[in-house]
């Protein structure tokens, strides 16, 4: 999470301990103080937790939470700040996660030129950058999952890129839950930066920022689903409602990544 990166890495999955790499794109961390749950699958419920779980992922950190501890326990200085914080001698798991945390909600976004435009200056935006805020909230449909401040409905949907039963196979919500309606969902991400965190979707399959639109104007992905599937095979997702061809025209999709820039 490079802050010259948008808070992202700008790798389409994620590289970790040994240079692994992960499955899934790495998701900016500048808003993460307005989304909840966290994790293209959801599987933290606050940040507190999250901010944990890459310590102790064998392909992200490859370490523990306890051996993390114990190395701030060792440190004099940590100790010395963890108590004039905490108010207790000795450092604990819960306390890394709230330092954590504390540090990524004080990264949330103060000053787009979206913002300003929000507080009443009227020219922070341009004429197709304002065409494109009419069309994100109307024809385009992005508000139907992009709203609020962080721009995130914090639900989850399918948008077909799921692979189901090919080797990127990937069903995100539903490896969480086991909730059948869950297979192929990943959360709605912020849009707080988005023109700095190419590239997109979460496995970071789409390069640049055009590419997301259009992608979006024609309904998305929509793989059919086999005739039949091979038994204990996870159930095949059903394509989320909201996705339907836009009709856009190429003049529409430059407004609406204009307006992106300002975010």
Do not use: K
């Not at 899934?24 to 993460?32: F, H, K, M, Q, T």
């Not at 990524?104 to 787009?112: C, G, H, Q, V």
């Amino acid at each position: 999470h490079d802050p010259d990166l948008g808070w992202a890495d700008g790798r389409r999955v994620s590289f970790g301990h040994d240079r692994q790499a992960g499955r899934r794109n790495a998701p900016s961390v500048a808003a993460s103080a307005h989304v909840a749950p966290l994790f293209w699958d959801g599987r933290a419920a606050t940040l507190e937790d999250q901010a944990l779980h890459p310590i102790a992922d064998s392909i992200e950190m490859g370490f523990t939470t306890q051996g993390a501890v114990r190395r701030l326990r060792r440190d004099a200085s940590y100790r010395r700040e963890f108590n004039e914080v905490f108010a207790q001698p000795r450092i604990d798991a819960a306390q890394l996660g709230q330092a954590i945390a504390a540090f990524e909600r004080s990264l949330s976004p103060r000053n787009s030129r979206f913002d300003r435009f929000l507080r009443g200056n009227a020219r922070a935006l341009d004429d197709a950058q304002l065409r494109g805020l009419h069309l994100f909230r109307t024809q385009a449909g992005c508000m139907n999952c992009h709203s609020g401040a962080a721009l995130t409905d914090n639900g989850f949907h399918n948008l077909g890129l799921h692979f189901h039963g090919r080797p990127r196979q990937d069903l995100g919500r539903y490896e969480v839950t086991g909730d059948p309606v869950d297979s192929g969902r990943f959360r709605t991400p912020s849009l707080r930066g988005v023109a700095n965190t190419a590239p997109y979707m979460h496995n970071g399959l789409i390069p640049r920022l055009s590419g997301v639109l259009a992608f979006y104007n024609v309904g998305g992905a929509r793989p059919r689903a086999p005739a039949s599937l091979p038994a204990g095979a996870a159930p095949f997702p059903e394509p989320d409602p909201l996705l339907r061809p836009r009709g856009l025209g190429r003049q529409d999709l430059q407004d609406i990544e204009a307006f992106l820039q300002t975010l």
